[in-house]
């Protein structure tokens, strides 16, 4: 026998699907092949384990810090965790100045120096700079104080108070005999050890540049980093706006800033270029990102940093100095790693949980669906296969990283994905009860239930785009997993469940309506006798309700010829088999 | 398949039906009752009980702990038993830390009940009070995602609504769902109210779950009203609310199955947290998905339909419409049958 069009049509969507599986196992084979991926997802810090760390605000004597501000410093490190691409990290405030950060895993140097760097931003004139000496003292160089203070200088016996009082930031009266010491004993290597330069800002600091190659003696701050309200990195514009071709940065001023850098830029314009004082530094958390001369006074709160950028060196310079702006410095204060012994036992209790929700959703369809069950079990497996494999590969490319909460998206996932199965199968029964041949009525309910199945799926994931972006913290991983599996779901019902159900409606078996194939038309009240028999004519009444249907579903031809009989609606006939 | 499927011919039929149109005024009074328990229960109990990443409170971590019973329970009895020896509501809530930690998380303590709890604490479990640390939680993460889930909320809701009104062309319908889907929002967090069960961000993801449930199952009831409305035309033998009554019916078996489905897997998950893992994520996600499957599902028969058919009933085409019919069958003297729906004015 000719394969007829749909038998065709459901080979072709099985194809893709066995494509599509292919494809998601190739991408992740070439994935732990090539780069550095396995075959599992990574794990959140629940699930995995994880390191938290405590920062604690740096605050002087008597100074507070508002809740407003902890706040405002929660929100710029989420946004620096974020921008590492570290998903589901914890930002939460502990007590009234700390600040917990929970991160997944081990994190790298990297994302832990960005996170830990997250201290004041500051703008301080430089007195005296020269290139490094890289001289090592050797291991037991922590002698070398790393706190620059003049208070806590290296060599207490000399003067640290300055002999004339400095009139203005750029006064190289700053520079005391102890701080002239300390500049020419100082070690740019310490800049990496515990504790970075933090200098009260009315006092003169000695650093580095983050590079290690300069070091500096610089005036106390003159404008504060909180004061900037934007920075962007991009190329740099001549007189006539047309592009030099060099990358360069922008930062813009709130007003307070504005005032305070045109007072700054106007005293060192003074100096002349080539003088050192011509110069200001931009210091992050102790450390000069940036020591760029003078070349104008400053009005308008919209400096522009020029000079041999890169595009990567311009756009890292813009976040420092946009993130950078925390209202308040902070240092870690402890950084702990969670085991995940806890996790691994949730983890556990989670996938068994999962494992008993599948088997009661077995049992369920088999009881209600008879051998159609199978097909949902078939479907549900498909499904977790694609799911399985998305994730992954969500995992090693996009820093997804499975979650309790995501593990429970998955395990909800079942119930939500075999929804729409129920859905088709309730609309084939229904074509079967209106009377049509398991192969059209697998046809004409899938019509019906796809335009169901994907409006209600629609919905659905709706729900989850909006929690993905609008919601915080594990809330994403949640909407994130429940997201791909319900367009997961829909794939599944259009290339797997459909065909698959297209090719049994030819089975032999199951058009023979037995009992067995949750498809007997006699349970479901159909009134044609499988395929080869042809319902005979009947004229039916409203006695029942059941009537009015049968009456409904007569055809016009049928509609008539009672009408020429002159039956009417309220004719006791009762054309039902009995 | 048997007697199930049976039902679910006759309710396909017409050969049985339930008047989930007819009887809505008794439905609406139910619906109305709940609401208001939901409202009035929990401030009867005293308002909602919040975990404590919403109100702050104080933590405890003991480390480094040498003979940390193998079972978890055991050591949740002793350090309950030792912070409520020297606090007596503190309501504390234990978890493992690794292999050798406890965290003891309590209510807001005073700084003497903070020493004196981690001292006991450093007793019972037999280690240097050093190695207990005591610190408070700010309630800013709590305020932080309360925040974003009221946004995510509102802006789901217009969504939602938006995209149901150009689906199905009726903005009642929209209307309707919404409606019910605020009814089971409301009723969900009222049976945490009234139960007293703890609402932690992981129950608040469940609610926002509970949206996306809702209006799906809501979605697929409509879809099939849609198509019985619109195909019976104006020629129909049946009035707006007996199509809208018979739709429902018509899928009353499959919403019976997608909410048991639904609901198994959540069932599987609060039973296993429930019984191995005392309160975690899992256990607060299921316990608000479980209560809102059920009640959406409750819902889309109960308030949704009924709403819908309330709605449109009065529109001048569909009024003439049901006059019509019903003083036809008059004459005919045709019982009516299926839904008494009260032909509006």
């Given amino acids: 026998m000719a394969r007829t069009t749909p038998v065709k049509k459901a080979w072709r969507s099985l194809a893709w699907l066995a494509v599509l599986i292919a494809a998601l196992i190739g991408i992740n084979g070439a994935g732990v092949a090539w780069a550095d991926w396995s075959w599992t997802p990574k794990l959140a810090l629940d699930l995995e384990g994880g390191t938290q760390i405590i920062l604690e605000a740096q605050l002087e004597d008597g100074q507070t810090v508002s809740g407003e501000q902890l706040a405002q410093a929660v929100s710029i490190i989420r946004q620096r965790v974020d ?42 004139p430089v007195l005296r700079t020269e290139a490094a000496t890289t001289a090592a003292v050797g ?68 650093t580095c540049d983050s590079t290690g190659t300069s070091k500096f003696i610089l005036g106390p701050t003159e404008v504060a980093g909180s004061t900037i309200s934007d920075a962007t990195s991009g190329l740099v514009m001549n007189s006539q706006g047309v592009s030099t071709g060099a990358w360069g940065v922008n930062i813009v001023f709130d007003s307070t800033g504005t005032e305070q850098f045109t007072d700054v830029t106007t005293r060192l314009y003074g100096y002349g270029v080539g003088v050192v004082q011509n110069q200001f530094a931009i210091v992050l958390d102790g450390r000069v990102i940036s020591a760029p001369s003078t070349n104008a006074i400053i009005t308008d709160g919209k400096p522009q940093i020029s000079g041999s950028f890169t595009q990567e060196e311009a756009k890292t310079l813009a976040d420092q100095l946009k993130f950078g702006a925390l209202p308040i410095g902070f240092e870690v204060q402890s950084s702990e790693v969670i085991s995940a012994t806890l996790g691994s036992s949730q983890l556990q209790s989670g996938l068994i949980a999962g494992l008993i929700g599948l088997i009661l959703v077995f049992i369920y369809s088999f009881f209600q669906y008879r051998l159609l069950g199978m097909v949902t079990v078939a479907s549900l497996v498909v499904a977790a296969v694609i799911t399985y494999f998305v994730l992954v590969i969500m995992s090693w490319r996009e820093g997804y990283r499975l979650s309790l909460a995501g593990v429970a998206g998955v395990i909800v996932a079942i119930g939500f994905t075999a929804d729409s199965f129920i859905v088709y199968f ?106 080869a028999q042809f319902r005979t004519p009947t004229l039916v009444g409203a006695k029942s309700g059941a009537g009015k249907e049968a009456l409904r579903r007569q055809t016009i031809a049928e509609r008539k010829a009672a009408e020429r009989a002159g039956t009417s609606t309220d004719s006791n006939v009762d054309g039902k088999d009995s | 398949m048997g007697g199930f499927a049976k039902f679910g011919n006759d309710l396909y039929t017409g050969a049985r039906s339930f008047a989930f149109v007819g009887n809505r005024r008794i439905w609406y009074i139910i619906a109305a009752v709940m609401i208001i328990a939901s409202v009035v229960g929990p401030a009867i109990r005293g308002g909602f009980v919040f975990g404590i990443e919403f109100r702050g409170g104080s933590e405890f971590q003991v480390s480094e702990i040498a003979n940390l019973d193998d079972d978890l329970i055991a050591n949740q009895d002793l350090a309950t038993a030792t912070v409520e020896d020297v606090v007596a509501d503190a309501s504390p809530r234990v978890t493992t830390v690794g292999n050798d930690g406890l965290r003891v998380q309590t209510e807001q303590l005073t700084n003497d009940e903070t020493s004196a709890v981690a001292d006991a604490l450093a007793e019972a479990f037999d280690v240097p009070p050093t190695q207990v640390t005591a610190s408070f939680i700010g309630p800013s993460w709590g305020a932080d995602i309360t ?39 409301i009723i969900t967090a009222g049976v945490y109210g009234i139960l007293g069960f703890e609402i932690t961000p992981s129950a608040v993801i469940g609610f926002l779950t509970i949206l996306g449930y809702s209006l799906y199952d809501t979605v697929v ?46 069932g599987a998950i609060l039973f296993i947290g429930a019984a191995v893992l005392g309160a975690g994520t899992l256990r607060d996600i299921a316990l608000s998905l479980f209560i809102g499957i059920l009640i959406g599902t409750y819902s889309t028969i109960f308030v949704a339909a009924p709403i819908y058919s309330q709605l449109r009933e009065n529109e001048p085409d569909i009024l003439k419409r049901t006059k019509r019919l019903l003083a036809t069958r008059e004459k005919a003297g045709t019982p009516a049958v299926v839904a008494t729906s009260e032909p509006a004015n």
């Fill in chain 1, 83 to 124: 921008a590492s691409g570290v998903s589901e990290a914890e930002i939460t405030t502990q007590g009234d100045r700390n600040v917990v950060v929970s991160i997944p895993g081990t994190p790298d140097d990297a994302t832990l120096q960005r996170i830990q760097s997250s201290a004041k931003l500051e703008f301080r």
């Fill in chain 1, 139 to 206: 291991d037991d160089g922590a002698t070398a104080t790393a706190t620059p203070t003049p208070t806590d200088s290296a060599s207490p016996s000399l003067e640290s108070t300055p002999t004339a009082s400095p009139t203005n930031a750029s006064d190289e009266s700053w520079i005391t005999p102890a701080l002239a010491d300390q500049y020419t004993n100082f070690d740019c290597a310490q800049l990496d050890a515990e504790g970075a330069n933090v200098a009260p800002a009315d006092e003169p600091l000695v």
């Fill in chain 1, 426 to 531: 309730e609309r084939i029964r229904d074509e079967l009860r209106d009377g049509r041949a398991l192969v059209s009525a697998v046809e004409a309910g899938w019509k019906r239930a796809l335009r169901t199945v994907v409006a209600a799926k629609g919905i659905n994931l709706l729900s989850a785009v909006v929690l993905f972006i609008l919601a915080v913290g594990n809330v994403r991983g949640f909407a994130l997993t429940l997201g791909v599996t319900t367009i997961i779901d829909v794939i599944v019902v259009v290339l797997f469940t459909h065909p698959v159900l297209q090719l049994l409606a030819t089975n032999k078996f199951f058009s023979s309506g037995h009992k067995a194939t949750g498809l007997d038309p006699n349970g479901l009240g159909a009134v044609y006798r499988g395929r």
């Fill in chain 2, 147 to 185: 925040t974003s889930a009221i946004r995510a909320l509102v802006v789901f809701l217009v969504l939602a609504a938006i995209v149901m009104a150009l689906y199905f062309r009726t903005w009642k319908m929209s209307v309707a769902a919404i409606i019910s889907l605020v009814h089971d929002v």
């Fill in chain 2, 221 to 266: 009831v409509f879809d099939k009203i849609r198509e019985n409305t619109t195909e019976d035309g104006d020629n129909s033998t049946r009035t707006f609310a007996e199509s809208v009554n018979l739709a429902v019916n018509q899928t009353l078996v499959r919403s019976i199955n997608t909410g048991v489905v639904a609901a198994l897997p959540v």
